[in-house]
């Protein structure tokens, strides 16, 4: 029956076809013509209706089964997990330079992002973080440099969701679209099952609001759905661009739990942020830029420790003490509350200097500069140079 | 393949055919799931089909047959047709790229298939296709319709008639021609006034300034728009000064490829 139609369809625009080629023109077709026109069309029909039907032969459409499977990765059970890495998915960012017109936004920046850990990276605003990120996705082309994932370039790779996930900006959604659909249709891109979008939906929280409409979600609701997005595929890399804002306290530390996981189970996981406070707790390694230069590339306890110690002291002779600290090398700042701020001489140091001369010392603190302050110290010359001159490079681009 | 390779790229490599059916599952997917193309769709279906009945009712009315034989019969199923239908299609179109860049979501998109040229042509076929579809169903409403108000003054034409299926069916294919110049724009334009202001400019404007210039320029200027092109065709019967069926069939066809061919050397070249 369907072979009827779809042939008697087919020889119906041949007809037509024929007629047009044929416009203008006074003498017709004889009836034998269509004759002819209908016996070949009608088997064409039944041979493309054949084909069509052959390329999806099973109940599942070929983007209702998931390739993980397909691959020999086993079933898909838990929601994380499956992926198993052996070759590690490392970010290579190789001397990566990105100019708009006079402004360098990435200047020959380096740094290599790890599987098996957090990655923050860090940068006042305008730093160069997000345009760095579009780099590695292949959104944009650098100027020069490359940016690798696993060795390739992100427009090397097929179907890449199911390598890397990426969250750049959660508003970046259609709002006539169901959160449904958005997923669905990001998820028959690269050919993902349905059952995995229902997963992903459960997963982070969104399942009873997957028939809303995005417009009417909130920034939140719309950060989750990102997230949802990018793990769709269960890839091996996920990239995060400020995935924080619009969280609300139990979200955040939702996010920061499944950061964790993700790198538990090997996965290279980089997540940007201009706060440090957000990803102090995170990060177990930090790339720091500004101005679109490498500041710090570090494991994020030795950031803390590499900078800024300095003790605290209280007694009631403050000053005799301060004099006495200053005669031996130290450099001692008074605190606003009376105490004093001691560098270049160490806790026990101080003591004994104090018990020697029959001082009080009421409080002795040794103290590490926390990440924030670590943080806004190492930026701080970026931030200020931002309003000053531009660099020689971006000069010259210009 | 080797084990550590599958894990690499964690997946095995499917087939070209698996990929396009990706990409064109992907764009369905998005066409399908946004209320307000159905409502396009479904203003541009009834006003056409209005808009032709009541131009088939005053041509059926007015006393004076006019001269000419089949041929204004034919033209005058379009004449709705060619106003009500294409607009409304081709802001659709323009909105398919305009409206992901405008929300962002066009990143998404070249993450998920990071060969633009991919998305480019999986638009296409989505968009031009569904016009193709549209266009085709209501041509044949706005023919079968028209006629039969008009045989009621024995004016009409038959669809059996020489030189009329092919109008018919060329006029559902003056829809898509539109709906894939329309896309393309809006791909290298990028913002949807702009776009939609460009496409209209296209579609109509250049025709509509053609016919104001003196006459010998009229028609050979004239005859490379598409207006122009789509009316000898729907004519089914020689235009003077226009260029003939199948010439005027490459034009209606040139002018979607030739943008398509732009937004694709545009958008694989620019950053998104």
Redesign the interface.
């Known amino acids: 029956m369907a072979i009827a139609v779809l042939g008697a369809a087919v020889a119906f ?1 041949a ?12 003498r ?1 077709l004889p009836k034998w013509a269509w004759g002819v026109v209908i016996c070949v069309s009608v088997p064409w029909g039944g041979l493309v209706y054949l084909i069509l039907g052959k ?1 999806r032969p099973a109940a599942t459409a ?2 209702e089964a998931p ?2 499977e ?4 086993g079933p898909s059970g838990p929601l994380f997990g499956r ?5 590690p ?1 490392v970010i290579e960012v190789d001397r990566l330079t990105k100019r708009f017109g006079p402004v360098t936004a990435v200047d020959a920046l380096s740094f290599t992002v790890r599987p098996g850990r957090v990655t923050g990276f860090l940068g006042p605003n305008g730093a160069g973080k997000t345009t760095t990120m ?1 780099l590695i ?5 650098p100027t020069s440099g490359r940016a690798l994932i ?1 060795g390739r370039g ?2 090397e ?8 996930g ?1 969250l ?2 959660a ?8 959160a449904w ?2 997923l ?3 998820a ?4 993902i099952g349905r059952r995995r979008v229902v997963q992903v939906l459960e997963a982070t929280g969104l399942a009873a609001v997957a028939g809303r409409r995005v417009r009417e979600f909130s920034l939140g609701m719309k950060q989750r759905l990102g997230i949802a ?1 990018a793990l769709l ?4 890399v996920l990239i995060f661009d400020e995935p924080v804002n619009g969280l609300d306290a139990a979200g955040v530390r939702w996010i920061r739990q499944l950061f964790k996981s993700m790198a538990a189970e090997g996965r290279t996981v980089l997540v940007s942020s201009h706060l440090m406070s957000e990803i102090a707790l995170t990060a177990d390694h930090l790339v720091i830029i500004g101005r679109g230069r490498l500041l710090a590339d570090t494991p994020t306890g030795r950031f803390v420790s590499g900078t800024h110690r300095d003790v605290l002291v209280r007694s009631p002779r403050a000053g005799e003490l301060a004099g006495l600290l200053t005669a031996r090398g130290a450099v001692v700042r008074p605190e606003g509350d009376g105490g004093l701020a001691v560098t270049g001489v160490d806790a026990p140091a101080i003591g004994d200097l104090a018990a020697g001369h029959g001082i009080a010392v009421h409080e002795l603190v040794p103290r590490h500069g926390s990440l924030e302050q670590a943080y806004l110290d190492i930026t701080g010359d970026s931030t200020d140079y931002r309003a000053g001159t531009r660099t020689p490079e971006g000069t010259a681009a210009s | 393949m080797t ?2 390779q ?9 087939s070209r ?3 396009a ?3 064109l ?2 764009e369905w ?2 066409l399908r ?4 193309n159905y409502v396009t769709a479904l203003i541009a279906a009834v006003a056409t089909i209005g808009s032709t009945a009541v131009i088939a009712h005053t041509v059926a009315s007015t006393p004076a047959p006019p001269p000419g034989g089949t041929i204004p019969a034919l033209t005058t199923s379009f004449l709705g047709y060619a106003e009500y239908a294409v607009i409304p299609v081709s802001v659709l179109a323009v909105l398919q790229f305009t ?2 860049y405008t ?3 066009i ?9 633009r040229w991919a998305v480019l042509a999986g638009k296409a076929a989505v968009t031009g296709g569904a016009a193709l579809l549209v266009g085709e169903v209501l041509a044949f409403i706005c023919f079968f319709l028209t006629q039969a108000m008009l045989s009621g003054r024995h004016r009409g034409v038959s669809l059996f008639q ?9 006029a559902g294919f003056v829809l898509c021609a539109c709906a894939l110049t329309a896309l393309s724009l809006g791909a290298i334009i990028r913002h949807t006034p702009g776009s939609i202001t460009a496409s209209l400019a296209a579609i109509y404007g250049l025709a509509a300034f053609c016919l104001v210039l003196p006459s010998p320029w009229k028609e050979d200027f004239g005859r490379f728009t598409m207006p122009f092109a789509a009316y000898e ?1 729907l004519a ?3 235009q003077p000064g226009l260029l ?3 010439l005027s ?1 490459l034009v209606l066809i040139g002018w979607p490829a030739a943008a398509l061919l732009a937004a694709a050397f545009v958008i694989t ?1 620019r ?2």
């Not at chain 1, 595929?233 to 091996?236: E, H, L, Q, T």
């Not at chain 2, 990143?107 to 060969?115: D, E, L």
């Open positions: 625009v007809w037509c076809l024929v007629d047009l080629a044929r416009a203008g023109q006074v017709y390329a070929p983007w390739v993980a397909e691959a020999g990765l992926h198993v890495p052996v070759s998915a579009r996705l292949g959104l944009d082309a696993g992100y427009q790779i097929i179907r890449p969701l199911h390598v890397v990426s750049l900006d508003t970046a959604v259609h709002g006539g679209r169901t659909f958005h669905l249709s990001i028959r891109s690269n050919g997005a595929a269960d890839p091996a | 084990a550590p599958i894990a690499t790229t964690g997946l095995a490599v499917p055919l698996v990929r059916r990706d990409v599952a992907f997917t998005k799931s946004v209320r307000s409206s992901e929300t962002g979501l990143r998404i998109t070249f993450c998920a298939v990071p060969r020489p030189g009329v299926p092919g109008s018919v069916l060329a065709i089914a019967h020689p003939p069926a199948g069939m070249r950053d998104a």
